[in-house]
């Protein structure tokens, strides 16, 4: 039986930065992907990236399908006249001033692996498999974890600040660190606080450390040091958890680039900048997409 709630996406103030003069339009529309980092001083950077292109409020709604930790469980996007949209393709990134939707795919202190299926119409989210079965963490993960849409880490692309390590062929990931344990499908506004640089198997796997704007703590952080200052040790457990989350089924564990130190706001912007542009380019098909959705 399907399952259909209401959630609430884009600001819902006035003014909304967008990528799409209409987000939901079925055949994409990227910004100017000629936009980039000339250095990493956010204040230039950010106002040449983040335009407004629009003035739009979107609601979505999240319709389940199948029941939770079955092989069948689907957490379908529709918009507001009961089409579905891709969580990955169709919610906008940007909504301006260095604020960005972040979309939950699992909530903190939960262990099921829950993912988009990037290889799906509609790319909805569902748990992870492995040789048939449904994919769980070893254990709780200690922060809600998602990611951004209308971003994608190209695998062709070879990073070379980071070990060379090509992307991992999806959307970047957030950890979310708020208080808050959020739910499946929420889509909130965060702003990013540092990132780490994970190398799963000689993939790139960025990891966006973000908060939510209606954190109580949120005004408080606004970068990597201010992490560390109101939210002691939580950079260092975040990368300890990622690093060892695979050994006990008998793994290596995961590396880090960037001297296994998170990068600080400004170069997250610009990961989230450069992650983008691909993802644009994936959509306008100038790069293969494989078994990749675009739909």
């Known amino acids: 039986m399907a399952v259909t709630r209401a959630i609430a996406v884009a600001s819902n103030t006035t003014t909304s930065c967008l990528l799409f003069k209409n987000p939901f339009l079925s055949k994409h529309t990227p910004y100017n992907t000629s936009l980039r980092f000339k250095n990493l001083r956010a204040s230039s950077a950010a106002k040449r990236l983040f335009t407004c292109r629009a003035i739009y409020n979107p609601e979505v709604q999240i319709k389940e399908e199948g029941q939770p930790e079955t092989l069948d469980y689907r957490v379908f996007f529709v918009d507001n006249t009961g089409r579905k949209i891709s969580p990955w393709h169709d919610i906008p990134l940007s909504l301006g001033n260095g604020v960005f939707n972040y979309i939950v795919e699992i909530p903190k202190e939960s262990s099921a692996k829950m993912e988009v299926a990037t290889d799906e119409p509609y790319t909805p989210i569902k748990q992870d498999t492995k040789k048939g079965k449904l994919r769980y963490y070893p254990y709780n993960i200690n922060w809600n974890y998602g990611l951004l849409p209308q971003t994608w880490e190209d695998p062709s692309l070879a990073n070379s600040e980071v070990e060379g390590a090509l992307g991992d062929n999806d959307p970047v990931d957030v950890v979310e660190i708020g208080e808050s344990q959020r739910k499946i499908g ?35 952080v606004n970068d990597v040091d201010d992490v560390e200052k109101h939210f002691p040790g939580t950079l260092t457990a975040i990368r300890d958890w990622f690093r060892d989350y695979k050994i006990p089924d008998g793994k290596p564990a995961n590396k880090f680039g960037l001297g296994n130190n998170a990068a600080n706001k400004d170069y997250a912007l610009k990961v989230i900048t450069e992650t983008n542009e691909s993802w644009a380019k994936l959509v306008k098909r100038s790069i293969p997409s494989g078994e990749l959705s675009l739909a």
């Open 186 to 220: 929420q889509v909130l506004k965060v702003k990013p606080l540092g990132a780490l640089a994970m190398i799963d198997e000689g993939e790139l796997d960025w990891k966006i450390v973000a908060i939510s704007l209606d954190d109580p703590r949120a005004s408080l």
